[in-house]
């Protein structure tokens, strides 16, 4: 080998580099590319560009999240008769996006936009719609701070007003029949049509304001802006094309309406079900007046959460649980069982030790889960310290084949907990461009996490959780990092590197968790 490309090849299983020189994938050998990570998978890692966020709509400014399954309006309506409406989901409003301004995007038109984007739970699409889903009719009114208006685009649509200290400027109309989005001012001075993008793939539709007018010019000087974010059901017969409800559904209305005042409304951005039901059964029939909605707050940050000293509480916890760990296993380093100081000695750091105490476990008992996954986290390390990147390489494969046997293996909650949290923690630190195992460390970090949760361990299912979103990051599956964040999100028990992991990222994080 010549030295230049050992060197080369060393540095990139050393820190664990995320680009190859293409001639390096000549060098690993049989075993790496048997195991399912070979010369595709590395060139696909080569040639695989990351995209500028601008190429994609610009930076996230700030995301939220709808609870999933409340496409229900305040609790009570219920889908029309027939196909049209059926599909699960088709109104069920889950992710809203606001994106920095764009102001020079040369392969754009208009070239300076702002872009949104709503992300429903199902593109159901029964009516076979243009833009992939056919029952949802999506209105985004947006409070940029100008004079605006209480009321609707199209009086009497929604049959909803909006909160008075902050009424609307700017609206946007998209729905999955028209190839662009209606974009419409408070005062009733422009209606027109601007660019709309449908990614049936992501249930996601994006759509890019023009900054030439007023109402969004406003944005430039880094104010918050105000969203009202809605689904209500596409109608083209009706008025502004909202689906009307009713007492009884039929094939035309929804049903399950108590009033007359009740919201044409499926779904509204709003932090729970609970703030939804509330704010759509807020009419008052005897003054005749609608259902007042509440914005939320696209602001750069994280309102409410001081990042710095959520940073700092996690690194203090983080030494006194590791004191703690470190505590427990100095007791138990000298026990009789193998298994239990095995693991004592793996947690001390002392992986020769803990190679023979699990050695003579395997010794008797060739398939025990527990012994494997350690011998295969010991053995993988040992490719970390190894000279020679082709040695290196044979040691995190020969530790990867011992780590799947233990997951193979495994019958109990310990040993299956055991097994994929050893495997989820070497696939999330080795190399993602040479072993690809990111996707499958996600897994696992998820399934453990399953198991904490059900014997009520929240903290470390949190943990694990986090740990998935991170690893299926790595991946570059945004949909199954989207779902474990989500899903640690909803714990009530986080420690604070997890509560931190998912404030940087915008994750909507309860007070006092």
Not at 36 to 63: K, Y
Not at 190 to 195: A, E, G, H, N, Y
Not at 358 to 365: N, Q, W
Not at 503 to 511: E, H, I, K, T
Request: aromatic fraction near 8%; proline fraction near 5%; glycine fraction near 10%.
């Amino acid at each position: 080998m010549k030295p230049s490309l050992k060197r080369g090849f060393e540095r990139l299983i050393g820190a664990g580099l995320k680009t190859l020189v293409v001639i390096s994938v000549f060098l690993v050998p049989v075993g790496f590319v048997q195991s399912g990570s070979g010369l595709t998978r590395v060139l696909d890692s080569v040639l695989r560009l990351r995209v500028d966020p601008r190429f994609s709509g610009g930076t996230e400014l700030r995301r939220f999240y709808d609870p999933e399954g409340d496409d229900s309006g305040a609790g009570s309506l219920v889908r029309p008769k027939g196909e049209f409406y059926s599909g699960v989901g088709a109104l069920d409003l889950l992710k809203y996006v606001v994106y920095e301004p764009e102001l020079d995007a040369a392969w754009s038109s208009p070239r300076q936009f702002w872009q949104l984007a709503v992300t429903l739970s199902s593109f159901a699409d029964a009516g076979k719609a243009p833009l992939g889903f056919s029952a949802a009719s999506i209105r985004i009114y947006v409070s940029t701070g100008g004079p605006g208006s209480t009321e609707t685009a199209v009086p009497r649509a929604e049959l909803v007003g909006f909160d008075p200290a902050w009424p609307w400027d700017v609206m946007v109309e998209i729905d999955g029949w028209h190839e662009t989005a209606l974009l419409r001012t408070a005062d009733g001075r422009l209606s027109r049509r601007i660019p709309l993008i449908s990614v049936p793939e992501r249930k996601t539709v994006y759509v890019r304001l023009p900054l030439d007018i007023p109402e969004t010019k406003r944005i430039l000087d880094g104010r918050a802006t105000r969203h009202y974010v809605i689904v209500c059901g596409y109608d083209p017969l009706a008025s502004g094309l909202v689906l009307p409800v009713k007492e009884e559904a039929s094939s035309s209305a929804g049903g399950g309406a108590s009033s007359s005042l009740t919201p044409r409304v499926w779904d509204v951005l709003a932090p729970s079900a609970v703030e939804q039901a509330r704010q759509l059964s807020s009419f008052d029939e005897a003054g005749f007046r609608y259902a007042v909605l509440e914005p939320v707050v696209a602001e750069r940050g994280n309102p409410g959460i001081d990042l710095a000293a959520l940073g700092e509480k996690a690194r203090v916890e983080g030494v006194s649980d590791e004191a703690a760990r470190r505590s427990e296993a100095l007791k138990k380093a000298s026990d009789l069982d193998p298994i239990v100081s095995g693991t004592a000695l793996f947690v001390l750091g002392e992986y020769g030790r803990a190679g023979e105490r699990f050695a003579e476990v395997l010794a008797r008992e060739a398939g025990n889960p527990v012994a494997l996954a350690y011998s295969g986290s010991i053995l993988a390390m040992k490719g970390g310290k190894a000279s020679s990147p082709l040695d290196a390489v044979r040691f995190v494969n020969e530790g990867f084949a011992l780590l799947d046997r233990a997951v193979a293996a495994a019958k109990t909650d310990f040993e299956v907990e055991t097994a994929r949290m050893n495997r989820a923690s070497v696939g999330a630190a080795v190399p993602e461009a040479v072993f690809g195992k990111s996707a499958a460390a996600g897994v696992d970090f998820r399934d453990a996490a399953a198991i904490a949760e059900t014997r009520g361990d929240g903290r470390a299912a949190g943990d694990r959780l986090v740990a998935s979103g991170e690893a299926f990051e790595r991946a570059g599956n945004e949909g199954e990092a989207e779902s474990s964040f989500l899903g640690a999100a909803a714990l009530g028990d986080l420690s604070a590197a997890a509560r931190l992991a998912l404030a940087s990222r915008g994750y909507p994080l309860a007070a006092g968790r």
